[in-house]
């Protein structure tokens, strides 16, 4: 059974992978490694070749209600 890496922050959560797409549309695998303890948020990041850690963590929640109200992803009107 595979088993994700601990989380050597905290040590009560694991560290699980994302995925996402790159500005051209090819997926990148693994772009960032999250701690799943919410109490946590320890993060790695991979933007544009550069490691970032530990960057603080939106949850996205009026992310989705902005766009549901016809807002951009950068908070201006569509």
């Given at each position: ?8 922050k ?46 603080p ?14 807002y ?7």
């Amino acid at each position: 059974m595979f088993q994700f890496p601990r989380c050597r922050k905290c040590d009560d959560g694991d560290l699980v992978p994302f995925s996402d797409f790159g500005s051209q549309g090819a997926p990148i695998q693994f772009k960032a490694w999250v701690c799943t303890n919410p109490d946590c948020g320890y993060n790695i990041k991979i933007r544009n070749g550069d490691v970032y850690i530990d960057e603080p963590i939106n949850d996205g929640s009026g992310h989705y209600q902005d766009r549901d109200r016809g807002y951009s992803d950068r908070g201006g009107r569509r």
